[in-house]
Each structure stands twice: as C-alpha cells, then as structure tokens.
C-alpha cells in the first residue's frame, strides 16, 4: 500500500510540473555556468568551519626561516553584493583577517 501511493504521488507531482515552464524555478537568478568569479581570500591549501564563516589559508612560506604564516578571515555573506547581470562580488564579505607566524618548519596551527 505505501509503495503505491508513493508511486501515484510521483505521477501526480510529475504531471504537475511537466507543465510549469523551467525559467519559473530559476527566475531572478542569471545562469553562472561557466563563470569566473573571483574572491579575495587568496590562500593556499585553505579550509572552513562548518558553517562557511571562517576561511583559514596558508599565505607565505619562507624556507629560509622556516616560517609558514597563516590568515584566518571572517566570511560574511549579508555583504556579496551583485552586480545588474546579477553576478556575485565577494569584495567586501571578507574581514580583513588575522595572521599567525608558525616557526621551525611546522606546517599547521
């Protein structure tokens, strides 16, 4: 009994939305295939909290010193702003972040 009526559910939605035309689930936002879009955050080997709030990346690494520094930034995504074709820009959801200097060849924080 609960395979068929999933099963007559299925077609009923499938035939709901057989007629909707595809621009109305999209509509307001542009097509970004294929778009380059750049950040400021600019670091190597980086990673997130969970949340998608803080970025941590490695931006220098002097051999000479053996010193790695690193850059923690605050994402805040209320300040993408885009632009009238409706591209994102990410140029001032970065806080201007904060640096650690790791000494004697450590490669992590």
Known sequence: MKKLLSGALGVVLGTALA???????????????????????GAN?????????????????????TTTTWIARVFRPEAVTYDAAGKPSFAQAFSAGKTVAVR???NAL
């Open 104 to 106: 004697n060849g450590e």
């Open 45 to 65: 080997g980086h990673s997130s909290t969970v949340d998608g709030r803080i970025f941590v990346g490695n931006i220098r690494e002097d051999q000479a010193t």
């Open 19 to 41: 007629g909707v035309p595809g621009t109305v689930f999209a509509e307001g936002r542009p097509s970004l295939v294929n778009t380059r879009i750049g950040t400021p955050f």
